[in-house]
């Protein structure tokens, strides 16, 4: 069960990755829960075209059956340390005494997609050095996820 939550964070904060770039960023929120766990992503786009996302997920320790921030520490930290040293990516894990929560930053154009795409969670559609994907395209995924956007 523990694996499964935390599989299901990490998939939901890397759902979609999408290639892009721009100079005049707009901004675009999503949130959803699922299993307890409350996700926020927020998308930097250019027009269509997503330069930057991130994540936060909040996770609260009796989910899993922990009762401190130590264990909880134990149980997130060997995923964490998958992120660290891969270029565009930056993530952090903070620890308060009932809930631990998750964040993500992927500059899509800086990342180093060979290295991102062995991430729990990561998935690729075609070749995404090649391939931009859309921010409304994007919106409609996320949007058959469960995800509702925040105006």
Known sequence: MKKKIIGIALAVSLAVLLAACGD???ERVFEAEEMGIKSTLTYYHDDDRVV?????????????G??????????FGPDAEQYEG???????????DDEATEILEINYDEVDYDAAKDLPGIMFEGDPEEHDIGMEQSA??????GFTEKE
């Open 24 to 26: 005049n960023l707009e």
């Open 52 to 64: 930057k996302q991130t994540a936060e997920n909040v996770i609260e320790y009796d989910l899993l």
């Open 66 to 75: 922990l009762t401190s921030k130590e264990e909880a520490e134990e149980i």
């Open 86 to 96: 891969i270029d565009g990516i930056k993530h952090e894990m903070k620890y308060s």
């Open 140 to 145: 409609e995924m996320l949007s058959k996820q």
